[in-house]
């Protein structure tokens, strides 16, 4: 594929909006030595000074993202023309058929400022507009494809983890679109600048709700949601700011504790791992999704030049996230269902234990059952689970008959389970019965 053109650029900020063109180009501008120049957003001049070379060509001035807002392109102190090629982000047909090669830029930016511009002919900007449908179509598909997968899961396995990761998906695909451009075709602009700050809101929103459904941390780990929801908090809050003062500043700070957000519960993922297999699937799924988008967004909000990755890694990221987060849950799921009936059957057993054992009872279960409620301090619903665990009820009867979710029934399982202490229980019934028949 042909090398994109050679320029020079430089560049100065217009926050008052006082320069015109005349008194721009009189000016000395500052070099422009990385696209990524911060959160200042407002109003910014960029001198670009071309080969002679390409003059008498058609070129096309190529910035990828959906940052800028608006662009006028200055030659000989002129209002130059321009035809737009791309609808996804800014692409400008111009003729350099003038001796002068400097242009000048007047860009409104209303988000972070990055401006990644890219000179090419416009034959060759053609051809790599076609290159990235193409690449852009297989990548969504396949995402398209993921979501399908998870959603039938969800309806044939009954496990909400599918519906949250599928919510989860839907976010991190919005916020790729967003900086891809393509979410200017889908959505109309009066709604691009505020739907974005409130769709990298539900990054971290959507992120903490899988998270917490897939590491069952409200019972691993009940305490740690404490300091996720503090900084879900302060996110909220930073993004808020922006719409009274339009200042990006707020976006780059909510943008950053977004990012301690899903940290954070990626480093909770690591602490459960230790103990739960399945965990580790989480662990390694969500790195590469995670430290690529720090390394993206976070340079591109603040203006750092160095640790810096491409959207094209973030992409990686997700495709690699996608795969093993969804075999991942599949997993999960299989281990649960297993280890929810191996907890069952053996409080069943035990039931049926202690009643042998102490069969001259009235009515040996129930009075058996509210001693065990009130030894073990069982709550009422862990109580009547319990009762319904001895008539022999399946989990979903269990649910239909208490009006709770298959999910929490299993939830009551596993805290009766711990709470009864039922495997050192069950071992002590059998030494005690064993020592019974020996004599």
Request: contains cysteine; charged residues 20%; proline residues 2%.
């Amino acid at each position: 594929m042909e090398a994109d053109l050679d320029f020079s650029i430089s560049y100065s900020k217009d926050f008052s909006n006082t320069e015109t063109i005349h008194s721009i180009s009189e000016k000395k501008l500052k070099p422009l030595e990385s696209p990524n120049i911060g959160f200042e957003n407002g109003l910014y001049w960029f001198k670009v000074i071309l080969n002679e070379d390409v003059l008498n060509k058609l070129i096309v001035f190529d910035l990828l993202g959906s940052n800028i807002t608006k662009i006028t392109v200055f030659q000989n102190s002129k209002i130059v023309p321009y035809k737009e090629l791309d609808k996804t982000h800014f692409s400008l047909l111009v003729n350099s058929k003038f001796e002068n090669p400097v242009y000048y830029l007047r860009v409104q930016f209303d988000n972070e400022v990055y401006f990644p511009l890219q000179l090419k002919t416009y034959e060759q900007g053609q051809l790599e507009a076609k290159y990235s449908y193409f690449i852009n179509g297989a990548y969504y598909g396949f995402v398209l494809m993921v979501f399908i997968v998870n959603l039938f899961f969800y309806i044939s396995l009954k496990d909400k983890t599918f519906l949250y990761y599928c919510f989860f998906l839907i976010v991190i695909t919005i916020i790729i679109l967003d900086y891809d451009g393509l979410l200017n075709t889908i959505i109309p602009n009066f709604f691009s600048r505020y739907g974005r700050v409130l769709t990298h809101f539900f990054v971290s929103f959507s992120g903490a709700l899988f998270a917490n459904q897939f590491l069952n941390i409200n019972y691993y780990l009940p305490k740690s949601n404490k300091t996720g929801v503090f900084l879900l908090f302060i996110t909220m809050c930073s993004y808020l700011l922006f719409f009274p003062t339009n200042k990006f500043l707020f976006v780059a700070i909510g943008d950053t504790f977004s990012m301690l957000v899903l940290l954070h519960y990626w480093g909770i993922g690591i602490i459960i791992s230790k103990k739960y297999k399945f965990s580790r699937f989480f662990v390694v799924g969500y790195s590469l999704i995670l430290f690529s988008s720090v390394l993206f967004i976070v340079p591109l909000n603040w203006g750092l030049n160095t640790f810096t990755v491409s959207l094209k890694t973030v992409k990686f990221g997700a495709l690699f996230e996608m795969l093993i987060l969804t075999y991942a849950i599949t997993y999960r799921v299989k281990i649960l269902q297993k280890e929810n009936h191996q907890f069952k059957t053996a409080i069943q057993e035990y039931l049926h234990k202690i009643n042998f054992l102490e069969s001259n009872s009235s009515n040996p279960s129930e009075t058996n059952i509210e001693v065990l409620v009130s030894e073990n301090n069982l709550s009422e619903r862990e109580a009547d689970v319990l009762l319904l665990i001895f008539k022999g009820y399946t989990n979903k009867r269990i649910g239909d008959e208490l009006f709770i979710s298959l999910n929490t029934v299993k939830y009551h399982i596993r805290n009766i389970y711990q709470k009864l202490n039922i495997k050192s229980k069950n071992e002590a019934i059998d030494i005690l019965s064993k020592i019974k028949e020996e004599v």
